[in-house]
């Protein structure tokens, strides 16, 4: 009988523990930051932190641009480059941001991901048309 009691309560224990465990796998995870979720799921464009952080980099670029034309070189600070052409910081910043879009376009389709070496080649690039173009 002590046997039978003791058995009763063993499984009433390992039943109410297996309830509880049963929970964990129910919880949602965590998640961490990731570069890929969208910051605002009911938008009609998927905005990823990548995306954002792009367009701002661009168009920080372009007000700078657009400050240092207004404020410091008023005469548009025009040069006759390494490719011939008369070109404004404007045109430089177009022609690196056109130079940095084929240099990706071109890795990933050469060669894949990770995508540190095209970033490298793109300041690169970006350098020399604000130096020689």
Do not use: H
């Amino acid at each position: 009988m002590r046997l039978a009691i003791g058995l009763f309560a063993l499984l009433q224990t390992s039943a109410a523990s297996a309830q509880g465990w049963s929970n964990v796998a129910n919880e949602p995870e965590e998640k961490g930051f990731r570069w890929t979720d969208p910051l605002w799921p009911e938008f009609w464009m998927a905005w990823t932190p990548a995306t954002f952080a792009l367009f701002c980099g661009i168009f920080g670029a372009i007000a700078v641009i657009g400050v240092l034309e207004g404020v410091k070189f008023r005469d548009g600070l025009e040069r006759k480059g390494v490719l011939g052409l008369t070109t404004t910081l404007g045109d430089r910043l177009f022609i690196t941001l056109l130079g940095t879009a084929y240099i990706f376009l071109a890795w990933l389709g050469l060669m894949g991901q990770p995508l540190w070496w095209p970033l490298a080649l793109s300041i690169v690039w970006g350098i020399f048309c604000f130096r020689k173009v």
